[in-house]
């Protein structure tokens, strides 16, 4: 199993990002996926999760700035961030599990992480 995200960079506040993961090795169609993020010093903390159905789940601190989907037939999983804030800069990593996990952070499989910067 193998997950490579991509699309983090720098961008002020207020901007915009599209965070991309692409999943090998697994059936992603019957994976349920998620988004988590850690800053400096701080744990790592769920940001977004979608079902395999594409129900989505969010944070209150993202709820209506980010959004996550999924393209099965890509086996790509998406984060746009938008209206960024400062407090967003963080390592931002896809993970993927064959349990409905949600927001939990026990998720079996983990890309290497993509940085993003706001400042």
């Known amino acids: 199993v193998q997950l490579v995200e991509s699309g983090g960079g720098s961008v002020q506040p207020g901007g915009s990002l599209r965070l991309s993961c692409v999943g090998s090795g697994f059936t992603f169609s019957n994976y349920y996926m998620a988004w988590f993020r850690q800053a400096p010093g701080k744990e790592r903390e769920a940001v977004a999760a979608?079902?395999?159905?594409?129900?989505?789940t969010y944070t209150y601190a993202v709820s209506g700035r980010f959004s996550i989907s999924r393209d099965n037939a890509e086996n790509t999983l998406y984060l746009q961030m938008n209206d960024l804030k400062i407090e967003d800069t963080a390592e931002y990593y896809c993970?993927?599990?064959?349990?409905?996990?949600?927001?939990?952070?026990?998720?079996?499989?983990w890309g290497q992480g993509t940085q993003v910067t706001v400042s």
């Open positions: 993970a993927a599990d064959a349990v409905n996990l949600q927001m939990a952070r026990w998720y079996t499989y």
């Open positions: 979608i079902d395999i159905r594409g129900a989505p």
